[in-house]
């Protein structure tokens, strides 16, 4: 919704390593368990993901999805900023209950070309699961299901939580409630990026 609003490139690790996986390139396959158990990926590969993807994409502005995810990570970020002189404008949180996260992801399918969300319950995908964008298939995530959703919100909990107060100290960070449907939540999105550009 980002990048067909406001232009803004939006990459996500997640995304790239469901691709390389889906490749079977030696980078997805070495992550593959880490990712479909729910852990979290070493932080040296994941700052190479991004800094190759900055390489090529960078320059007019861009937005992460998942990224960073440790304080390793955001202290990487603030060096890799800081070598392109761009500044950090940003940093959204999406607070979200347990029971959504839950709800969400159980209904969750995405498409395997570009990455569109959306779900099951919306009943023109349930018929036809094909992506409105690419036509390209949406599909349930390996990783979607409860005992993995364990996992990853107890890394959360103990390595992206810290974060909070890392932005926080920065003066960049904006909590948003995540809870309400995705256009209530967009249109806060969109507010904070028009007052922040
Ligand atoms: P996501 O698509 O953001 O839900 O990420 C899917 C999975 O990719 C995560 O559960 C991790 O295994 C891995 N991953 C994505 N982003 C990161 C990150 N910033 N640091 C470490 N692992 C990540």
Same mark, same amino acid.
């Given at each position: ?12 690790? #997640? ?14 396959? =070495? ?8 852990? @979290? ?14 390489? @090529?994409? #960078? ?7 998942? +990224? ?12 890799? /900023? ?7 404008? /940003?940093?959204?949180? @999406?607070?979200?209950? =347990? ?25 023109? +995908? ?11 298939? /949406? ?14 919100? =107890? ?12 932005? =926080? ?16 939540? +967009? ?11």
């Amino acid at each position: 919704m980002i990048t067909r609003q406001f232009g803004i490139p939006v990459t996500s690790p #997640g995304a790239i390593l469901r691709r390389e996986r889906d490749l079977g390139t030696a980078l997805g396959l =070495e992550t593959a368990e880490t990712t479909q158990l729910g852990g @979290l990926v070493p932080d040296k590969i994941i700052v190479e993901l991004i800094e190759d993807w900055l390489r @090529l994409h #960078g320059g007019h502005g861009f937005v992460f999805d998942g +990224f960073p995810r440790t304080t390793p990570q955001a202290e990487s970020l603030q060096q890799i /900023l800081q070598s392109h002189r761009t500044p950090l404008d /940003l940093a959204l949180w @999406l607070e979200v209950s =347990e029971q959504t996260v839950g709800d969400r992801i159980l209904s969750r399918l995405q498409c395997q070309s570009c990455g569109f969300t959306t779900s099951s319950t919306s009943a023109v +995908f349930a018929s036809r699961p094909v992506c409105p964008y690419c036509d390209g298939p /949406l599909v349930r995530r390996n990783d979607d299901d409860v005992t993995v959703l364990r996992h990853r919100l =107890e890394e959360f909990n103990a390595k992206t939580q810290p974060l909070a107060d890392f932005y =926080e100290k920065l003066g960049a960070l904006r909590r948003i409630d995540g809870n309400r449907d995705r256009e209530a939540v +967009f249109a806060d999105i969109s507010r904070l990026i028009e007052q922040a550009a």
